[in-house]
Nanobody
Framework: VQLVESGGGSVQAGGSLRLSCAAS????????MTWVRQAPGKTLEWVST???????YYADSVKGRFTASQDNAKNTLYLQMNSLKPEDTAMYYC???????????????????WGQGTQVTVSS
């Protein structure tokens, strides 16, 4: 399993970024994929999950601002982030694990497969 994130950067509050996670080594189209973030000095925070059926779930802190999607032809997961806030500043990771499902999606420590992360910095 290999996960490679990209697309992070520095933006001002109110701006947008689109993160990508290129996946390989497993059947992407039948796997739930998750975005997790970690702000400086804080614990891992679940952000969003797209399940194998294409249903999307979001943390309350990003609902209405972030949109997760996936392109099965490209084996790529995306996170479109709009109306960014300084509190969105974090390292963003994509994660997956075939044995994590249901309510366990919301528990970052359940995942065994992670990308290296991409940094998002939002200035006020």
């Amino acid at each position: 399993v290999q996960l490679v994130e990209s697309g992070g950067g520095s933006v001002q509050a109110g701006g947008s970024l689109r993160l990508s996670c290129a996946a390989s080594g497993f059947t992407f189209s039948s796997s739930a994929m998750t975005w997790v973030r970690q702000a400086p000095g804080k614990t891992l925070e679940w952000v969003s999950t797209v399940n194998s059926g294409g249903s999307r779930y979001y943390a309350d802190s990003v609902k209405g601002r972030f949109t997760a999607s996936q392109d099965n032809a490209k084996n790529t997961l995306y996170l479109q982030m709009n109306s960014l806030k300084p509190e969105d500043t974090a390292m963003y990771y994509c994660a997956t694990d075939p044995y994590v499902y249901g309510s366990r999606w919301l528990q970052p420590n359940q995942y065994n497969y992670w990308g290296q992360g991409t940094q998002v910095t939002v200035s006020s």
